[in-house]
């Protein structure tokens, strides 16, 4: 292992600890009480550069910038066109809770929570097709896979933003949003926002050195794990528990499978 890989898998691995750790404390703090901003926003930051520095332990620095970058316009362009037209998500607006809007319609934070999302999500889908990944249309099962966990990543997401936290709101008729905190179109919605994303970034995220044999990477699908846990303990905490439950079932089911297919 060179020098620089053997620097990347410690800092990959250090950044780990800390969110790993920067979840479980702001469980313990908030005790069924919204967590501060600022607490939020440090582990928003510290899953985004995790996720970066694991990934370019498979890919060139400039492919990682590339699809970081790639990720954050075309959700940032998505989601200031649904916030406009209703279209793709359903009827929200941001509040001032994610934090400053841009052009008034889009908090910055918001294309970034996309870059965990979906990067992590496709990292789990990688390792639960992996027994498949030498079969015609591998890739093609891969970015489906990932369209379908960042949706159901949503279900757990949408009543943490909407409920206990108000990020952004629903203006559905009567305000009916459903007992997971939104309206089923937005689901559907975040589907297709990730293939469109997939569609475009994915010959960046392709390993230009195939001859080089690496094991499986299993930091994606403990940032997954973590992130689905610390949601659905947190809408526990809130008694959500449609949502709490439905949470903590994917992410069993899905690290169950991502395990048992990798190894």
Known sequence: MEPSEKTLNRTAQALLVL?????????CLARGTPAAPWQLGLLLGLAVVS???S?????????VLTVATLIVIIAGIVQTVG???????GPLVFTDNLGEQLFDKLPWTAPLLWVVILLN???VARLILRPWRKLHGYGFRVMGLTCLLTALFDLGLEPFATRVHRFWIWRVSGGVTGSLGAPWVNFLGWAVTALIILLVATPWLINKQPGKRRPPDFHPLIVWLALNLFL????????????????????VAGTISAWRNAT
Do not use: E, K, Y
Not at 19 to 27: D, P, R, S, T, Y
Not at 83 to 89: E, K
Not at 232 to 251: C, D
């Open 19 to 27: 969110l790993l750790a920067g979840l479980i404390l702001v469980v």
């Open 51 to 53: 996720t970066l520095v």
């Open 55 to 63: 990934l370019g332990r498979a890919l060139q620095l400039q492919n």
């Open 83 to 89: 916030v406009a037209t209703s279209i793709p998500f």
């Open 121 to 123: 999500c496709r990292g």
């Open 232 to 251: 659905a303990t947190t809408l526990a905490l809130h008694q959500l528990w449609l949502p709490a439950g439905i949470t903590l079932a994917v992410a």
